[in-house]
């Protein structure tokens, strides 16, 4: 039964230091992305197009993605969305003066 549970625990250690080494290499990768030339990219983007085109002709299916590269998805994903938020709340003028949203506040709260 001990044997079981070190077991388990060397296994979860072990799944826990892959994803962490996965998120490592993506985070390594996506540095070096920004080092690259624009034309670069767009030939990479240019080989990704037509190696999308192949599978879908071909009705391959892509492999899983691993543990690590959902976390990479989700931590990036709300980054971007914290950068979107405040982006759009910056970029957007009010739309009425001050003194009409408090009037309105005022209204609301009669007429309740």
């Known amino acids: ?15 826990l ?3 962490l080494f ?3 290499q993506d ?5 070096l992305l920004g080092t690259r030339s624009s034309a670069a990219l767009k030939a990479e983007n240019l ?14 299916h892509p492999r899983r993605a691993t543990d690590a590269t959902r976390l990479a998805l ?7 969305a914290r950068r979107s938020d405040q982006r759009e709340a910056r970029d957007v ?9 408090v009037a309105l506040a005022v209204e609301i709260e009669t007429t309740r």
Do not use: D, W
């Not at 039964?1 to 799944?15: E, G, K, Y």
């Not at 989700?74 to 971007?80: D, E, K, N, Q, T």
């Not at 003028?93 to 949203?101: D, Q, V």
């Open 17 to 19: 230091v892959s994803v």
């Open 47 to 60: 080989f990704l197009r037509k190696q999308l085109a192949l599978y879908v002709e071909r009705k391959a």
């Open 93 to 101: 003028p009010p739309l009425a003066s001050e003194g009409l949203s």
């Open 27 to 31: 985070a390594f990768r996506f540095l």
């Open 1 to 15: 039964m001990a044997c079981s549970l070190a077991m388990t625990i060397a296994n979860l250690l072990f799944h």
């Open 74 to 80: 989700i931590l990036l994903s709300r980054l971007l």
């Open 22 to 24: 996965g998120l490592a």
